[in-house]
C-alpha cells in the first residue's frame, strides 16, 4: 500500500494538480482480516484502516464507476466489476492489477469468484452472464438466454451452481445454471417485473432475492420452493443489497432513511432496528458486517459510511468526504440517470476564489491553496450550475427549480428567483450585473431584472423569450449585454435582443441536443458543444460558421474558451479535449473523469482549467505542462 496522503493528491491522472471530492459510494467490502474496508466506487476503489477511518490507498484502472467488488476465498486477491465493460482481478496486498476479463459488451453489474478460486462470473446490461479462468482471464463460456439485462450472478458455496437474476424480464425470476459448464439448468418464477440481485445464505440453503415490489424473498435453493419472505413494514421501500452475519444467523440490508435493521435467517423476523435521524438522502446504498460479526458498516446516499456495533446499534465511527452519487441499486429502482449529482466549477472574475458545489453546498476556495474560505449551505437537492456576476460580488446557482443569488465574500443569502416552473437548467449574469437570465425545462428563458434593497436582492421579471422547443440548457450574454444567446435541446442556438424580446437569428446544423454554449472573451465568436459529438464555432456579428471542431467520440457536455482565446476545451464522457481555436485542431485528451464532465472553467490566466464530473470529483489540471502548450 502507499503512504497515505492528502485525499487531493491521491493517484492522480496525468497533468492533474489536484482532486476535490472522493467519489461517490456504490457497494463496500470489508477486508477478511477486518482490519481494512474497501470502498468501491466512481473513481476507483479507496481503502481505508477501520480503526482511524484514514484512507491508505487509492486504486485505479478501470475508467468508469466500479459496481461491485468480492474477495478471493484465500484472500489473496479481490475482484471488481464496471461501467467500463470490464472486470479486474487485484492482488490484495499490492492493489496491483493481475487480470483482466474483457468480452462484454455493455456495463458490469456484478462479479464474484467461486469458492474453489478458480472461476469468476460476471452479470452484464448485455444481457449475457460471463465465466472466467480466474487467473488466466480466458472466457470458459458466455452464458445466454436472458431477455433483459442480468443484475447480479453469484456462485453457490459448495461453487457447482450459478444463480442469477435479470431486468424486467418477461417473468421475473431466478435462474440457476451449472458452474462449470454453463448449461441452464432451472428456473425460479417469482411473478414480478424483475429481480434486482440474488444471493446464496452462508450455509447454500437458501436464497434470497429482492424484486420490483421491494419485497424481499427467500427460496429453497434446491427446490425453489418459495419461503417466507422477510418480515419488513411499509415504510421500508428502499433497500440496499443484503448482507449475512458470519455465523449465518442473521442479515442485515440498510432500508430507508438511513436505518440498518437485523432480520433472524430462519424465521425472517425483524430483530433489531438501527435508527438515524433522518437525512437528505441517507438511505444506504451497501452494508456489510465485519469478519467478527460485532460491527455493521453502512454506505449511504448522503457520501457517508457508518460504523454501527451490533450489540448496541450506537454509531462509533463515520467516514466523510464521498460525493452524494447514483448508485448501481439506485439505477435498479428506476431512478433517473439525471439525478446524478453535478459537480459545478466556477472561478471568480479574479481567479482569487474558485467554487466547486457538493451537493447541496457551495464550497468558496482560495484559488491557490484550495482551502476552503466559506461554506454555503444552499437548498436541499441537486445544485446544477454556479455563476460569478462579472463584478465578482455575486454568486447566482440553480437546482432543479430555482435560481438563488448569494453574496461572494461572506456567503450570505441574498435572494430567491422562480419562473421556470418545471425546473431551472441553465443561469448568466448580464455583463453590468442588471440583469439575470435563466433557461429552464418549460423551453422557455425568463429575464430578470437585479434590484437591490438594503440587505436582499429583489428579482423582478423582466420579460420571457420563447421559441425553443425543448430544454434551455444554456444561455450566455454578448460582451456588451445586448444579446443573449441561448442552446437547447431542439438542436439550435437562438440570439435574442435583450431589449425587445426579439429573436434575432437561429442557428442550425447540430444533430442533436446543444448542451452548452459560451462566448470568446474579446466577443467576436461563440461556441456551441452538442450531443453529436461536435462543437460548432460561429462568428457572433455575421451568424456565419467559422469552423466545426471533430474528435469526440462522445456528447459534448460542457465547454469553454481560453482566457486568450487560443484554445477551447470540451468535456464529455469522462474525457476532456482541447482543440486549437483558429485551425480547429485537436490537440490533446484529457482522461480522469470516468463519468460525464459537466462542468469547465479556465482560471484567469489560463494556466489551470477545473473539470466538475458526475463521478462526484472536480479536477484542477495544470495547463503549463500539458502537450498543447509546448
Request: aromatic content about 10%; some cysteine.
Amino acid at each position: 500500500m502507499h503512504i497515505p496522503q492528502p485525499d487531493t493528491q491521491w493517484t492522480l491522472p496525468p497533468y492533474a494538480k489536484v482532486r476535490i471530492g472522493k467519489g461517490g459510494i456504490n457497494v463496500i467490502e470489508y477486508f477478511p482480516d477486518g482490519t481494512l474496508l474497501a470502498v468501491a466506487g466512481t473513481i476507483g476503489i479507496w481503502i481505508y484502516d477501520v480503526e482511524t477511518c484514514e484512507p491508505i490507498e487509492l486504486i485505479t484502472g478501470h475508467t468508469a464507476p466500479v459496481n461491485s467488488l468480492t474477495f478471493s476465498p484465500d484472500c489473496s486477491v479481490f475482484a471488481t466489476a464496471s461501467d467500463d465493460m470490464t472486470a479486474k482481478l487485484w492482488d490484495t496486498n499490492t492493489g496491483e492489477n493481475k487480470t483482466s476479463y474483457v468480452g462484454h459488451t455493455d456495463v458490469i453489474n456484478s462479479v464474484d469468484i467461486s469458492p474453489d478460486g478458480k472461476r469468476i462470473v460476471t452479470a452484464s446490461d448485455d444481457k449475457t452472464i460471463g465465466l472466467w479462468n480466474l487467473h488466466s482471464g480466458e472466457l470458459i463460456a458466455m452464458l445466454e438466454g436472458q431477455t433483459e439485462k442480468v443484475l447480479s450472478a453469484v456462485f453457490s458455496p459448495d461453487g457447482t451452481v450459478i444463480a442469477s437474476s435479470e431486468e424486467f424480464g418477461e417473468e421475473g425470476g431466478i435462474r440457476i445454471w451449472d458452474s462449470f459448464t454453463g448449461e441452464f439448468l432451472k428456473f425460479f418464477s417469482e411473478d414480478t417485473d424483475w429481480v434486482q440481485y440474488v444471493a446464496y445464505t452462508p450455509d447454500g440453503s437458501m436464497l434470497s432475492s429482492r424484486d420490483s415490489c421491494r419485497d424481499i424473498n427467500f427460496w429453497e435453493a434446491d427446490t425453489g420452493k418459495k419461503l417466507k419472505p422477510c418480515e419488513t413494514d411499509d415504510w421500508m421501500h428502499k433497500y440496499s443489497p443484503v448482507a449475512f452475519s458470519p455465523d449465518g444467523c442473521t442479515f442485515t440490508i440498510g432500508v430507508r432513511d438511513g436505518h440498518v435493521c437485523i432480520w433472524d435467517i430462519k424465521t425472517r423476523k425483524l430483530l433489531k432496528e438501527f435508527e438515524l435521524d433522518v437525512h437528505f438522502d441517507s438511505t444506504p446504498s451497501s452494508v456489510a458486517f465485519s469478519p467478527d460479526g460485532e460491527t455493521i458498516a453502512s454506505a449511504s446516499e448522503d457520501g457517508t459510511i457508518r460504523f454501527w456495533e451490533v450489540k448496541s446499534g450506537n454509531i462509533t465511527k463515520t467516514i466523510m468526504g464521498h460525493t452524494p452519487h447514483l448508485s448501481s441499486t439506485q439505477k435498479a429502482d428506476g431512478i433517473d440517470e439525471t439525478d446524478k449529482r453535478t459537480l459545478s466549477v466556477a472561478y471568480s472574475p479574479d481567479s482569487i476564489t474558485f467554487v466547486n458545489s457538493y451537493d447541496s453546498s457551495i464550497h468558496l476556495r482560495n484559488s491557490d491553496t484550495c482551502e476552503i474560505r466559506t461554506v454555503i449551505n444552499g437548498p436541499r437537492g441537486n445544485i446544477r450550475e454556479i455563476t460569478f456576476s462579472d463584478d465578482g460580488n455575486t454568486l447566482a446557482i440553480i437546482d432543479e427549480k430555482t435560481a438563488r443569488l448569494w453574496d461572494a465574500q461572506n456567503g450570505r443569502f441574498l435572494g430567491t428567483f422562480v419562473g421556470n416552473g418545471s425546473g431551472v437548467s441553465s443561469v448568466t449574469f448580464s455583463p453590468d450585473a442588471s440583469v439575470l437570465a435563466t433557461g429552464g425545462h418549460d423551453n422557455t428563458i425568463y429575464l430578470w431584472e437585479v434590484r437591490k434593497d438594503e440587505l436582499y436582492i429583489i428579482g423582478d421579471l423582466k420579460g420571457t423569450f420563447t421559441g425553443h422547443t425543448d430544454v434551455v440548457s444554456s444561455v450566455v450574454f454578448s460582451l456588451d449585454g445586448n444579446i443573449l444567446a441561448s442552446g437547447s435541446h431542439d438542436q439550435t442556438v437562438r440570439l435574442w435582443d435583450v431589449a425587445t424580446g426579439k429573436l434575432l437569428k437561429t442557428l442550425n446544423g447540430h444533430r442533436g441536443c446543444v448542451h452548452a454554449i459560451d462566448y470568446s472573451s474579446d466577443g467576436s465568436i461563440l461556441a456551441s458543444g452538442s450531443s453529436d459529438g461536435t462543437i460548432r464555432l460561429w462568428n457572433s456579428y455575421t451568424c456565419e460558421l467559422l469552423k466545426t471542431l471533430y474528435g469526440s467520440q462522445h456528447n459534448v457536455y460542457s465547454i469553454t474558451i481560453s482566457p486568450n482565446n487560443r484554445f477551447i476545451a470540451g468535456g464529455t464522457n469522462g474525457l476532456i479535449y482541447f482543440w486549437d481555436v483558429q485551425t480547429g485542431k485537436l490537440l490533446d485528451t484529457y482522461m480522469g473523469h470516468t463519468d460525464v464532465v459537466d462542468s469547465l472553467a479556465f482560471a484567469k490566466d489560463g494556466k489551470i482549467l477545473a473539470s466538475g464530473s458526475y463521478d462526484g470529483t472536480v479536477l484542477l489540471w495544470d495547463l503549463t505542462i500539458s502537450n498543447h502548450n509546448k
